[in-house]
């Protein structure tokens, strides 16, 4: 599952024009003496090109702003009522936790480890029978989601109720997935606090009744979260775009019967 989710138009400015010289035209002419019957003269004006107007200027960054926030004023909006703390989340048999990258050593980033603590501790608390990892396994020797596996297994959550998505290319990619290939109809869906309205609306429009539960990362990973939520403005777009047209995932294939079997399993 992939954020790392896995990726506006600027309005055109006028020239400015600022290579006008000094004198706006020429002029030049001649006289005639004894003898000529008349003079003649020319004179020339070169246009000055029209300096873009201070106030036009204002009201198309105003618009150019607006334009580029509305997407992500209706991701907020739109899934309000759907992002709840840890405490307060409703129960949801599958809690559906997104890629974040790996590190070198073959560890979870931090951000993906919190998202995986979140998880753990949503399975604990009787909120999610059953964890599907989703991410990136594109390349030889970057595996996002035995990772994912690893570490909750590392962390007491039974291997057997644990499902790996290796297709998970990005967000969307996650979500069509989650519902298509393992037949999940409800999912808790875990990550950060910047990508959580986002990630629960594409899997909302994929068909799944999907809640999140968001990690703040500020404290710890500052720069990058403030990275994310601005980020998260042109991604917006790109959600609008990808909610109106659904396009298909990187990668569909056959039915997965995972998640299923681990719902079937009786709590100890």
């Known amino acids: ?27 030049g002419g001649s006289s005639g003496s004894s ?10 004006s070169g246009k000055r090109r029209r300096r873009p107007r201070p106030r036009r200027l204002a009201l198309l960054a105003v618009f150019a702003m607006v334009a580029g926030c509305a997407p992500f004023l209706w991701v907020l909006s739109s899934t309000s009522d759907h992002r709840h703390t840890a405490e307060s989340v409703p129960e949801r048999p599958v809690a ?46 970057y595996n996002e989601t035995d990772t994912m596996s690893a570490y909750l297994v590392a962390a007491g959550v039974p291997r057997e109720r644990i499902v790996g998505d290796y297709a998970g290319f990005s967000t969307w990619d996650s979500c069509v ?38 990690d ?28 109106v047209l659904r396009p298909d995932p990187t990668f569909l294939g056959d039915y997965e019967t995972g998640v299923d079997d681990a719902l079937a399993l009786e709590r100890e």
């Open 35 to 44: 003898g000529s019957s008349g003079s003649s003269g020319s004179s020339g």
């Open 177 to 214: 997935r989650a519902h298509e290939v393992f037949g999940v109809e409800e999912a808790t869906v875990v990550t950060q606090d910047f990508h959580l309205p986002r990630a629960v609306r594409l899997c909302r429009a994929a068909g799944i009744d999907a809640v999140g539960v968001a």
């Open 96 to 141: 559906l936790v997104l890629g974040a990258g790996v590190r070198p050593d073959g560890q979870p980033s931090l951000l993906l480890a919190r998202r995986l603590d979140t998880a753990a501790g949503l399975y604990f608390a009787g909120k999610a029978d059953a964890v599907l990892v989703t991410g990136d396994n594109s390349v030889e020797h």
């Open 1 to 27: 599952m992939t954020t790392s989710d896995s990726d506006g138009p600027r309005p055109s400015v006028p020239d400015d024009g600022s290579s006008d010289p000094d004198d706006p035209g020429g002029s």
């Open 216 to 243: 703040s990362s500020l404290r710890e990973r500052t720069f990058a979260t403030v990275y994310g939520w601005f980020r998260e403005v042109p991604a917006a777009v790109a959600a609008l775009g990808t909610v």
